[in-house]
């Protein structure tokens, strides 16, 4: 799908204040139909605060925040889910006891009467998680024993059957081996090409970067830049995300320590090359 004119979530000048503490501030972002916005940042770069403020669990101090054009402030996450935004935080907020179809229809029981309808929550998880490329040989195992990619999946799926628009990915990658960050990235694109607006939040350029349509950067709660796809590579965004001033410095300090850091500076200083900070810091075309 194309993404469509209207942004579906779009936060301008946005901030945040914690008392004097300045947690978030000018902060811009655009999440559109059909799209990927990757935002990236380390820790304490203001990804979290980010993500409440979206999510509905804070609001914000400053700037304004629109949801298919209209201005919001919402007063809880039941309110953002209620408007089609829904969070997938790195927790899953899964049982792992309980079977997956139990966990797929957690606090949205079907009834027939008065009892569960098992038979239909059991058919409509199969029949989902099928459609997102997962093909589960038993729903009634318990979600424990799937992989980390998996259950990610089950919580991706959960949101897209309960009508999300917006898709609100919280380091989904982060505490997953090569092969299981692909799996999930796979769930990504499909969730995209199934008309969601994606916000992946990331530490890892490497995972963003494949998926991506738009790239917001994050340090220390502003904003480092504000990119389209078209407007950056995969070695400038990496090197943006490393710091390219700061390994700079950092390997000068190594060579002037002696003879005993030589070997870490060089090493250091290869890095920084092979990221391609140095062209960029000097405005030259990677």
């Given amino acids: ?79 953002a889910l209620d408007r089609g935004i829904a969070t997938v935080y790195q927790d899953l907020a899964v049982v ?23 038979a239909f929550m059991r058919r409509t998880a199969k029949k989902e998680l099928l459609d997102m ?4 040989r038993d729903v009634d195992q318990p979600i424990g024993t799937l992989s980390g990619g998996e259950r990610q999946c089950v919580a991706i799926s959960r949101a897209v059957y309960f009508g999300a628009k917006v898709l609100i990915l919280d380091e989904p990658t982060a505490a997953l081996g090569v092969k299981q960050s692909g799996v999930v990235l796979r769930y990504i694109i499909q969730a995209r090409e199934r008309g969601l607006g994606v916000i992946f939040i990331t530490h890892n350029p490497h995972h963003a970067y494949p998926v991506g349509d738009r790239f917001l950067l994050l340090k220390r709660g502003q904003s480092l830049g504000y990119y389209r796809k078209s407007e950056i590579t995969r ?50 075309a990677p």
Avoid at 32 to 53: F, H, M, Q, R, Y
Avoid at 96 to 118: A, C, H, Q, T, Y
Avoid at 133 to 136: A, E, F, Q, S, Y
Wanted: proline residues 3%; aromatic residues 4%.
């Fill in 133 to 136: 490329g997962i093909d589960l």
């Fill in 96 to 118: 792992s006891l309980m079977p997956v179809w139990r966990n797929f229809f957690l606090g949205n029981e079907v009834r027939k009467g008065p009892r569960m309808d098992i």
């Fill in 235 to 284: 070695e400038e965004l990496t090197a943006l995300m490393a710091g390219g001033a700061e390994l700079e410095e950092l390997s000068h300090e190594l060579e002037r320590g002696g003879a005993g850091s030589a070997d870490a500076a060089k090493l250091l200083g290869e890095e920084v090359h092979e990221l391609g900070i140095d062209r960029i810091s000097t405005g030259e």
């Fill in 1 to 79: 799908m194309t993404a469509t004119t209207a942004p579906l979530v779009r936060l301008v000048d946005a901030g945040k204040n914690y008392g004097n503490i300045i947690a978030l501030h000018g902060v811009d972002l655009e999440v559109s139909a059909g799209e990927v916005t990757c935002v990236l940042g380390d820790n304490g770069a203001g990804k979290s605060t980010l993500i409440k403020i979206i999510a509905g669990l804070h609001q914000h101090s400053a700037g304004t925040y629109e949801v298919e054009s209209s201005p919001v402030r919402f007063s809880s996450p039941r309110e």
